[in-house]
């Protein structure tokens, strides 16, 4: 029936005005009156109906709406009898419906139910805040210090000052199959509108967290162009004891070392910046500063770290830089190029890229100043020349008996994990070859080695394999030393053009060697959500939510000092966030509640396997001798579920291409 559009007067509850309005939703056709339809005012269907909005019609003359039938259907019922039925429908969805057709009073309904189960309070885990802090003021343009930053202690005064875009810096490519590769496709999707957008917006947001480090009682946030070193009280308060000027380049490493003597903390605080200089300052607990210097080795620092006292920087080129605390000396000298790198007491190992093993012994370092020779010794070399791409070092408790053995796993560019040993009575002899398995088709970027389990990730998506670890007295066993636990992938689309650097928040595993490691899933670079898992099966063991609505920009996993503190050690997630701010989640809590609920405890999780040919009959043994509920082997992995994977990247896409639909609830309210 054709039909003429609606006079600013057909909206009124005039009955003479009224007509029969036919809809094609989907398909589907609706037939409603023209009043029942517009008695919302500004609204899609006021629009439509009035002639300032273009429509289509079908063969029949019903107008056309491309939207879900069964959706519209609801939406039809609320404007007929201002009642929502919300049965087999998902709230989010029917308000994501609501917000297209504009219909103002249905979303505060639906935003109200959102509520329900929301609250600006965080979860249960949630258990503090640290504020944002205030800009610092900028360097003077006739600033002649060879310092990126002010070497003045004192806190500045702060202003938000306009931020000068200085760069930052690039990220190196990865092999095939890794999650950058298939971000590069997701983006092409959801990011068009961040494509458009000039690269100096990209770089210069300057409130945004983008690294985080923690040690003992010292909290290190890093932004864009300044830190802020706060100390973690025995209250769990968090108190600012530094803030940096602002630099004239772009903070790229953070490193902390905290020294308790007595009751007092004081802390060595190292900051490296995009022009390769690295700055280092003393911090007492009474936020008294004192700058030790500023050191380079004129190349690329790649990465900045204390091993005890000593700062240490590496350079992917091939260079090793070292500040010792006792002789205020530095010094830097080339090696071999390095792909990785880890610790283990005072030692230093480096993974080379021509498949050899150094040792640097930091015990040593001050008696060779003379000599200007750090005495890299090589420790091992691959058998068959593969580039060491991933490192783990484990020391054994030493006992009466022996002495320490030094287990050491390591991951090649071509995908292999190696477990080699070193026994007290051979010291000074080179490790020898415990277990090979060649069960990656990637590079291993990261493996881990602690009491109970050997853990390794791959660059395929993070495909992560696990084997449980037997020992005797503390020292692994021969026979066999390790039984395959689990297989999963920990899916991370990483930003290909975000600035932040991805070492600083990488998936993990995350934790000390002697406690429960966990992995940190985090879908997308702006999500607002992660997912903490076990890090030797995979398991959820909680998920964490920004409380304001705020994107995660970094995180850290952190085990506070017990004996600081007056209680048990604790582990906790700090997460930075896109306004500046840091909240904080207690792990320690939610690894106890996710025990209780499955009626296990930590100490199961050491207990071995038989072995199996593949996962599902590995999986049964253990659940037959367990009191715990039957896990689902197809949900065994504990990783997002498909709808919560497309919920995260549906949310970042109407964050990117529809910036006027506010996700806060009070602008529902507006």
Partial sequence: MAHQPCSSSSFSNDSGSDYIVNLNVGGRIFATSCNTLTWIPDSFFTSLLSGRMNSVKDPSGAIFIDRDPDLFRVILNYLRTKQVDLCGIKVDTLKHEALFFGLTPLIRRLTLCEELSSTSCGSVYFCGMIPPPDMPLENLPNEKSRSPMYSNSSETSTNNSKNKSNGSPRHRGHSKKQSTDMSRYIKNELSELAKSKSQPDRDTDPMKVRMIRAHICSIVVAYSYFVCVYRVTEWNTYVLLW?????????????????????????????????????????????????????????????LFFVGTQM???????????????????????????????????????????GSMNHIDMQKFPLRMKDNDLLVTELFRDPNGETITSLSVFLTPKTSACGNWIEIAYGTSNGVVNLILQHPETAGHQPVLFQSYNIHNSPVQRVSLNTSHLISVCSEYNHVRSWNV??????????PGTVPLASFKVLTLDSIDETTDRQYNHPGPYGDQDSEQVLIQRLIPNAQKLFVRLASTGERICTVDSVEDSPITAFCVHELDGQKLGSRLRKYLFCGNGNGSVQVWDLTSALDQFHLKNGSHPQQQQVNPPAAANQSELIKPQLAQSPRSLINLSNYSGGPTPQELLDVIDDNDICCSTPSLSRCPSAAFQ
């Fill in 470 to 479: 037997t020992r005797f007295r503390g020292m692994i066993n021969t026979q």
């Fill in 312 to 354: 240490v920087a590496l350079s992917k080129s091939g260079k090793v830089g070292i500040w010792h605390s006792a002789t205020q000396n530095w010094q830097a000298q080339d090696v071999q190029p390095i792909s990785c790198y880890d610790t283990a007491g005072s030692s230093l190992i480096l993974g080379c890229a021509n």
């Fill in 243 to 303: 803030k940096s000027p602002r630099a004239r380049t772009y903070v790229s490493h953070i490193a902390v070392n905290t020294k308790i003597a007595a009751t007092v903390a004081e802390r060595l605080v190292a900051v490296s910046f995009q022009d390769d200089t690295i700055g280092l300052w003393h911090i007492d607990d009474e936020g008294k500063t004192e700058k030790k210097g500023l050191f380079s080795m004129n190349v690329s620092i790649d990465n």
